[in-house]
């Protein structure tokens, strides 16, 4: 592990993102944004506060997903993918710096969230660090799924409406915005091929909205460990 | 040194983009030259450990590509061909990245990239989004990374396309001020020739010559080439233009016949083993 390496280059390409093309910053804020204000008008305010609890997660798994289109256009357009391959840095270094990068774009989304939990009385600071933990999760396990479509590619064409696609239909048909409890459990467990369902279905659980399920835990940690093990694969670090 | 044995690269059933090739290179500076899908790029990528062989493999200083591949890394700097710059970053912040993904600490980075933007004259550009720079300049910031890098062992596919003659010197001279060993590809013939102390030409996947530039120039026994447009007598014809090798004695006569007349260069090993450069 080159740390150093992988802090300085997710802050980089994180923070600088952020400072230097603030129309990203925007557009990955509109839709969860958009969400929460369509929630909050046909439901009354009722659901307001399960809109805001997925909001981070919304973020968080859109800015994730949209990493396929830099892992892709690094590896196969301007070939930095490459220019690290033939250095001291390993593959997971590489995917790590990426994900963590995702992490810091989403950073200003988060806070926006938070200070909207804060007012509406969602989120409580001693649940802070359960969020942040499943946030990272999240994160992790979205990360590596982009690194393994980026690495089933062979042209960048298609890359940006795939992860388009992926990205509504892994965070807006998972209960990120209205309660769990809506669905059956059994459409839950099928739901949760896709990782955003049980982070949802944890932070509901962790703000109190709803029933925390511990077997969420497990199906995030299992689906982190074999994503983590396939992006590893699918990365075409050495091809 | 570097030691090529029957490296082989074949990407679908038909498709070989290396044939089994063999060679030893030993000066301090090589060319590769050939052209565009010769193999040139796909020979680089598998001795900077970005491709694996089909078959053969690569020692560079003694150590195997596939066997070692992070002791490799640890002493080659290879620049593709292909690469860019990430747009909204700065040529600074991307040579500091690249520097310690070398293994450079953070301010040991932010110096060493400081010095080669100055050596390439990108110092002023040091902090503007990369976007901004002209593409000669985005292909400088590379060769920056590449000196600052200071490898052993440094590869460098097509360092200087689409440079402007100016840039081009200016690399040139960053370049022969290292003392590393150099492997470089290139269309420019001249290129070779001003920095390289052997060549390597590939064509199809295969060496078809290689050794010091010396040794090949004298193949010709001190010939000179006489071309000409539509001209009757030729060794080889390329398009319309009629070329011939010829003793210097008989220089005045093809003159005579309406023959320009040109000394022996790179160029000549390329078109007597019947390759044409497209540059």
Same mark, same amino acid.
């Given at each position: 592990?080159?740390?150093?390496f992988i802090?300085y ?5 994180g ?6 093309g ?13 969400l929460?204000f ?6 009354h ?11 981070p997660?919304?973020?968080v ?11 892709a ?13 033939a ?20 950073l ?8 909207l ?26 990360s ?11 042209h960048?064409?298609?890359v ?13 048909l ?19 091929i ?37 992006g ?8 | ?10 990407y ?33 990528? %598998? #001795?900077? =450990?970005?491709?694996?062989?089909t078959k053969?493999?690569?020692?560079? @200083?003694g150590l195997d &590509? ?19 710059l990430?747009?909204i ?13 070398r ?18 004259e990108?110092?002023d ?16 910031v ?10 052993p ?6 360092p200087?396309t ?7 010197i ?12 150099? %492997? #470089?590809? =290139? ?10 102390? @052997?060549?390597?030409? &590939? ?13 090949l ?15 009757e007598?030729y ?10 090798y ?19 260069n790179?160029?000549d090993i390329f ?9």
């Amino acid at each position: 592990m080159n740390p150093k390496f992988i802090l300085y280059f997710a802050w980089y390409y994180g923070f600088y993102i952020i400072l230097r093309g603030p129309s990203y910053l925007v557009a990955s804020l509109s839709l969860p944004l958009t969400l929460l204000f369509m929630v909050t008008i046909f439901t009354h305010g009722t659901l307001i506060a399960y809109a805001i609890a997925g909001g981070p997660i919304a973020i968080v798994a859109a800015n994730s997903i949209n990493g396929a289109a830099d892992a892709a256009f690094f590896r196969i357009q301007i070939r930095i993918q490459d220019l690290f391959v033939a250095t001291r840095i390993t593959s997971q270094d590489y995917m790590f710096a990426l994900s963590l990068s995702y992490l810091v774009f989403s950073l200003p989304g988060i806070a926006l969230y938070a200070v909207l939990g804060a007012y509406f009385k969602v989120f409580m600071l001693s649940s802070a660090l359960q969020i942040i933990a499943v946030l990272v999760l999240l994160t992790l396990t979205i990360s590596n799924l982009s690194f393994i479509i980026a690495g089933l590619l062979k042209h960048i064409r298609n890359v940006w409406g795939i992860t388009a696609i992926l990205s509504i239909i892994m965070t807006v048909l998972p209960p990120t915005f209205y309660p769990y409890t809506f669905l059956p459990q059994g459409v839950i467990y099928i739901l949760s091929i896709s990782p955003v369902t049980p982070a949802a279905v944890l932070i509901q659980g962790i703000v109190g909205l709803e029933p925390f399920q511990v077997s969420m835990i497990f199906i995030l940690l299992i689906e982190t460990v074999i994503l983590t093990f396939l992006g590893r694969k699918f990365i075409r670090w050495r091809e | 040194m570097i030691e090529i044995q029957e490296v082989t690269k074949r990407y679908d059933r038909h498709t070989y983009a290396l044939k089994g090739i063999t060679a030893s290179l030993r000066e301090r500076v090589t060319t590769v030259i050939g052209r565009n899908g010769a193999g040139k790029t796909t020979l680089i990528r %598998i #001795l900077s =450990t970005q491709l694996f062989p089909t078959k053969g493999t690569a020692t560079i @200083e003694g150590l195997d &590509i596939l066997k070692e591949t992070k002791k490799v890394r640890e002493i080659i700097s290879s620049i593709p061909q292909e690469s860019q710059l990430i747009g909204i970053l700065s040529p600074l912040e991307q040579m500091q990245l690249y520097l310690m993904a070398r293994g450079f600490t953070a301010s040991q980075a932010k110096e060493e990239s400081k010095h080669a933007l100055d050596e390439l004259e990108l110092y002023d550009y040091r902090n503007a989004p990369s976007d901004t720079l002209s593409g000669g300049m985005k292909r400088k910031v590379f060769v920056a990374m590449a000196l600052a890098a200071k490898a052993p062992v440094i590869f460098l596919d097509e360092p200087t396309t689409g440079l402007d003659p100016l840039s081009r010197i200016e690399v040139w001279s960053a370049i022969k001020r290292l003392s590393s060993k150099i %492997i #470089l590809t =290139t269309h420019y013939m001249e290129e070779a020739q001003e920095l390289s102390n @052997e060549v390597v030409v &590939i064509d199809q996947g295969n060496i078809i010559t290689h050794g010091a530039i010396g040794n090949l120039l004298s193949s010709f026994g001190g010939k000179m080439r006489a071309e000409k447009m539509d001209g009757e007598e030729y060794d080889i014809k390329i398009a319309n233009v009629a070329i011939k090798y010829i003793e210097k004695e008989r220089v005045d006569e093809f003159i005579a016949k309406g023959y320009d007349i040109k000394r022996i260069n790179l160029d000549d090993i390329f078109l007597s083993k019947g390759v044409m450069l497209e540059s």
